[in-house]
């Protein structure tokens, strides 16, 4: 039964030029997600998560320096659409962003129903009308009050921004969501309201999201599947139960290790060292000067190895896995 | 850590004891303390106050660490801040070693300033720019008149060892933006500890941090504190880390403590709903989460400037007691030796 | 600091400005070596007799370089500094009696006459002073009787003799003696030319010397003006002062704006206010209006004029930018660290407020020495400036009031305003690469 894939990405590489060279933000990523599922895209700073949401949007700076690989989003081949068609056919019309501190982007002086109807009226052509009804129709989902049309931003508390720019990757009932750091900002108890709005829209509106954040805890509140994402690479991906059960890249169960439990009893762990820069990094496996169970064959980059659905990109499951470029 | 926490038990103290035996006997006693900020419009008269500390009571005694948890906008800032004597009180008082701090001067509060570490949330602001390593490290011995050039040098090394940041000569000429955010934060800690403090104030000290170095920080500071026999307040909004650092928790809400516990009953059996929303909204890593909603009370936590009558968790309240919680404010009660609840719901306690 | 060097030599702007202002400095330097200022001055004012040998309003010798036409150069030829050319000899006629022979032997290559001669005489006697006759001798062997003159001590003969304009018929000496005969317009006449001086000496130790001045159209390197002044002097040091008055202003400015902003921010309340107000009132007051009555009316000094130009400008406009950011770098966390180690007031406003100005206050410094330095040149022109000062705005002045362009004498009012323009690029390409420097957001990517 093959399932449904609403995003298909392979090879994605995305790099920049800067003062100080080349920056490889996105060095080969590959990975997939089926529809009606929510991603979890986990990593430090750093690590290039959010270059890769700009890459799967195509919301590229002026500094590019390569920009290659391949975006199926339905089956469909995105890369080969020029700016134009992108913007008109993809962007904010299948997939859209919420993007990291969106809430404290509303621009000031319009009204926030304004702001949340203005990609209707541009990408799908709605009347201001009917943008503003469905308008309506998406604080309801994300549970804002009808009146909030009429505030202003700076009248709204933090979890209630958010909430009204989430309405607003909603407005083209999109298929695919990117949220960038969607709650990091809010507090605790904001932050399971959101994650509960988050999960009613995938109930409700079958979309599917990439949620892209470094705090694995509150991840799990709505990943189905979990990447893993370090030094501008994906490392490990799988299905959220088996992940948070047991990882298998070294970097991902140090990684569990270290976010401290509420309810169990251990003692959380930490990782010495800090991640290579995207300026030069080191040949072979990224992650071998801080991997405890380094071996030779380390200082030459792994494949990607596939176990039963899941994927490694690391040496220790040579024999398990098969290779998932075969 | 467990044999402390029962001698302790005796210093938690009720509204009802003596005020003078509680400064008496503990190392920082804050006291009925309220800080209102005035609401200016123009020049013209006071629209108001924001009532960001209303009324906060309790003790810290040598060697204790307690944790102050709260959502922002709680207060716990403006209370660390008034701890910090950077506020003056708008009624209360602080008392440190019995000293009351609004009638210290010049001299005094500066040897106050130095029996106090400060480790701010973000390590990188909290280092001058401008300033290498050594130089800032320098600062606080300079203005406390620690004059000798080598006694400098020898707490610098000390100092810079102690939060493992080795070897001390590598760092000296380095400017903050040359360190990763774990090394500023160190040398944060670094420069805390220079003035042999006898407290040890960490406003939210590593949530600016990535997650893999947070508990290298916790456990850095944990270090510390049981070498140097440090007095700790923590100060976060995440309640996962204070498990691994507390004896006693402090929840804020609205500018009042309306629960003070030991770190185990806050996790095993907390009492006040808000503790209880607190918990429940905080989750560990698990794959189940995803499949149920979370259960925590709808809502904003209000406004500072015009508070809730009663029970300032009323409005969002699932228990709710009618008639009682949006009329009257609750008092302590002691559920158990340890823990303090300011609920009605359990006033038979 | 290092850095700093490293990226600036990034942008050819600033090295361009750098070796503009290094020039300046340079000049100044030499100058203030070179020419002390006490003989400068005396240079400057003195009259006439002082300066000797200079033409009145001649151009720069540079001049000849760019003209076909090339103009003469002052000539002097002094029995007293005997060089090729002069020649002092004796021939004894007898009863006591000597003839004191001087010969004045020169080319003149120029295509244009000289503006004006004269011969110094002096001599020493005790009762009888030495009689001169003069003679005047032409490439072509022409000979003309320049007159006969008595030879009192000090003695100038300036080719007016009565009978020589008879014989030149009007035609003025200096065209005349050199005319190619019968040339219209007048020519002169290349070759090598004699005047012969011959003084008859009465006593055993009677002596006679001449000393014979051809003034030229072009003289020295910037020329000279209606008081026969050099220009070069002026001009050279002009160049110092107008540094030390634009650095100075400029400095004393930025540094006492920088604190009054900084204390007025770091204390907040009845201070910022009233520091706000003074700000506020003194920048509707009309500046060089000011300047102007504090010149008529009190003292045109540069020491005066520098502190009042320092006084109006310390509470201007630029308090309210560092203002604005002194309020921002107030939050900042560190800031509140120092507080909490016990950092008096004084201590963070020194070494946690200001050093964080500094990245927009060294460029701002920079850029402003040079409208300091046209503001000086711009009173002097007004007639404002130092009256005792040779300035490069004094030049400019006199320029003006004797109608320099009218006249056709461009160079000196050119010379110096070319040199506020390289003050002023030098100046500006300098600032606006450290502004680049110093603040990374207003590189290019």
């Known amino acids: 039964m093959a399932a449904d894939k609403v995003l298909n990405v392979k090879d994605l590489k995305l790099f920049f030029r800067t003062t100080k060279g080349v920056v490889r933000a996105v060095d080969g990523v590959d990975f997939t997600l089926e529809r009606n599922r929510a991603v979890v895209i986990v990593g430090e700073s750093g690590c290039g998560k959010t270059s890769l949401a700009k890459a799967i949007l195509r919301l590229l700076p002026k500094n590019v320096d390569t920009y290659s690989g391949k975006v199926f989003l339905n089956d469909q081949e995105t890369m080969k659409y020029t700016d134009e068609e992108y913007r008109t056919k993809v962007r904010w019309v299948k997939m859209s962003m919420v993007p990291q501190a969106a809430m404290n982007s509303l621009n000031p002086v319009l009204k926030v129903g304004d702001q949340v109807a203005e990609p209707a009226i541009i990408h799908n052509d709605m009347s201001k009308e009917v943008a503003l009804q469905q308008a309506k129709k998406m604080f309801q989902q994300v549970g804002v009050p009808d009146d909030f049309i009429n505030r202003y931003a700076f009248e709204l508390s933090g979890g209630m921004r958010q909430r009204v720019t989430i309405a607003m990757s909603l407005m083209s009932l999109p298929e695919l969501v990117i949220l960038d750091e969607p709650t990091s900002a809010l507090d605790v108890l904001t932050q399971a309201n959101i994650f509960n709005v988050l999960k009613r829209i995938k109930k409700e509106l079958g979309v599917s999201f990439i949620l892209i954040t470094h705090d694995i805890a509150t991840s799990s509140e709505l990943a189905d599947d979990v990447a893993v994402m370090y030094a501008g690479q ?18 991902a169960i140090k990684l569990m290790d270290s976010v401290p439990r509420l309810r169990a009893k251990q003692e959380p762990d930490f990782i010495t060292g800090k991640p290579p820069s995207l300026l030069n990094p080191p040949t072979g496996c990224r992650f071998k000067d801080r991997c405890p169970s380094r071996f030779e064959r380390c200082d030459e980059e792994p494949p990607t190895y596939n176990i039963e659905g899941r994927t490694v990109k690391c040496w220790l499951y040579a024999k398990e896995g098969t290779n998932h470029n075969d | 850590m467990t044999d402390t926490t029962q001698e302790k038990s005796q210093t ?14 503990s190392l920082l006693s804050v006291q009925n303390l309220k800080v209102w900020f005035e609401l200016r419009r123009l020049g013209f008269g006071t629209t108001g106050y924001v009532h960001a500390v209303d009324g906060v009571n309790f003790d ?34 602080i008392y440190f070693e019995g000293n009351p701090l609004s009638e210290l001067k010049g001299y005094q509060m500066r040897q106050y300033r130095s029996e106090i570490g400060y480790v701010q949330q973000d390590p990188y602001g909290a280092l001058a720019p401008f300033m290498n390593i050594r130089r800032i490290l320098e600062e606080p011995m300079i203005i406390n008149g620690i004059n000798s050039k080598q006694e400098r040098k020898d707490r610098i090394f000390n100092a810079l060892e102690e939060v493992k940041l080795t070897p001390p000569g590598d760092f ?65 909004h995440d309640l996962s880390t204070v498990r691994y650092f507390s004896e006693r928790v402090f929840v804020m809400y609205a500018g009042q403590l309306i629960e003070k516990t030991l770190i185990e009953d806050v996790v095993h059996d907390p009492k006040h709903p808000y503790t209880k929303a607190l918990m429940e909204a905080t989750s560990d890593p698990d794959a189940n989460n995803a499949l149920h909603y979370r259960d925590v009370p709808p809502g904003e936590p209000p406004s500072l400037v015009n ?43 | 600091m290092k850095g700093l060097l490293r990226n600036f030599k990034q942008y050819p702007s600033a090295i361009i400005g750098s070796i503009l202002v290094l020039i300046l400095v340079g000049i100044a330097i030499y100058t203030v070596i070179a020419i002390p200022y006490d003989e400068a001055i005396d240079q400057w004012r003195g009259g006439e007799d002082v300066r ?6 001649a151009r720069p010798i540079y001049v000849n370089w760019f003209t076909s036409k090339k103009l003469p150069s002052t000539m002097v030829l002094d029995t007293t500094d005997p060089v090729e050319g002069v020649e002092k000899s004796e021939q004894d006629l007898g009863k006591g009696l000597r003839d004191i ?19 110094v005489m002096t001599s020493k006697f005790e009762d009888k002073n030495p009689f001169a006759t003069l003679t005047w001798i032409k490439p072509d062997g022409t000979e003309i009787d320049l007159g006969d003159i008595g030879i009192k001590h000090s003695e100038i003969y300036r080719f007016q003799d009565s009978n020589l304009v008879e014989e030149l018929q009007g035609v003025a000496p200096h065209i005349a003696l050199f005319a190619v005969p019968e040339s219209d317009p007048p020519e002169p006449m290349k070759g090598t030319y004699e005047l012969h001086v011959d003084a008859i000496v009465f006593e055993e130790e009677a002596d006679a010397d001449a ?30 002062i107008a540094l030390s008055f634009g650095l100075l202003a400029a400095v004393g400015t930025s540094f006492t704006t920088m604190f009054i902003a900084a204390t007025g921010v770091w204390f907040g309340g009845v201070v910022d206010e009233s520091i706000q107000r003074v700000t506020e009132i003194n920048m509707m007051l009309p500046f060089l209006p000011f300047l102007i009555m504090v010149g008529t009316f009190y003292s045109r000094s540069i020491w005066t004029m520098l502190a009042v130009v320092i006084l109006l400008s310390i509470f201007g406009g630029s308090i309210k930018t560092y203002r604005a950011i002194f309020l921002q770098v107030k939050e900042s966390q560190y800031i509140e660290a120092a507080r909490s180690y016990g950092a008096g007031n004084w201590r963070i406003i020194t070494r946690y407020l200001v050093p964080r100005i500094i990245p927009v206050l060294i460029p701002g410094l920079v850029s402003a020495i040079p409208s300091y330095v046209f503001l000086e040149a711009s009173l002097a022109i007004l007639g404002l400036g130092d009256p005792i000062l040779p300035t490069w705005g004094k030049v400019i002045n006199d320029a003006r009031m004797s109608g320099a362009l009218y006249n056709e004498n461009y160079y000196w009012i050119l010379q110096p305003a070319v040199l506020l323009m390289i003050t002023g690029l030098g100046f500006a390409l300098i600032g606006f690469a450290l502004d680049r420097i110093f603040n990374p957001k207003l590189r290019e990517v």
């Open chain 2, 172 to 236: 000296l000429e380095k400017f903050p933006h040359m360190l990763s955010g774990g090394q500023q934060q160190r040398v944060v800690l670094a420069r805390a500890m220079l003035l042999e403090p006898k407290m040890i104030v960490a406003d939210e000290p590593v949530s600016m941090l990535d997650a893999s170095v947070r508990v290298e920080i916790l456990r850095l500071m944990e270090s510390l504190q049981e070498r140097h026999d440090l007095a700790v307040i923590y100060i976060t």
């Open chain 3, 101 to 119: 022979n001087i010969v004045f032997r020169f080319d003149f290559n120029a295509d244009d006459f000289p503006q004006e001669l004269q011969v």
């Open chain 2, 12 to 25: 938690i103290m009720t509204h009802d004891d003596d005020l003078k035996k509680r400064r008496e006997n």
């Open chain 2, 60 to 93: 810290l005694d040598y060697r204790e660490t307690i944790a102050i948890v709260g959502e922002s906008g709680c207060g716990k800032t403006t209370l660390m801040k008034s701890i910090l004597a950077l506020y003056q009180p708008t009624e209360g008082e």
């Open chain 3, 52 to 57: 000797g040998a200079v033409p009145k309003t």
């Open chain 2, 307 to 349: 508070p809730p009558k009663g029970c300032r968790f009323h409005p969002r309240c699932p228990y709710k007691i009618e008639g009682l919680c949006e009329v009257e404010v609750p008092p302590y009660f002691k559920t158990k030796p340890d823990q303090y609840v300011a609920c009605w719901l359990y006033k038979d306690a």
């Open chain 3, 211 to 240: 000393k014979f001045i051809s003034f030229g159209q072009v003289h020295g390197i910037a020329g000279t003006d209606t008081r026969r002044r050099e220009l070069s002097l002026a001009l050279l040091w002009g160049t110092p």
């Open chain 1, 234 to 251: 994906i490392v490990e991906t799988g299905d959220a139960s088996r992940f948070f059960d047991c990882p298998l890249h070294p970097y």
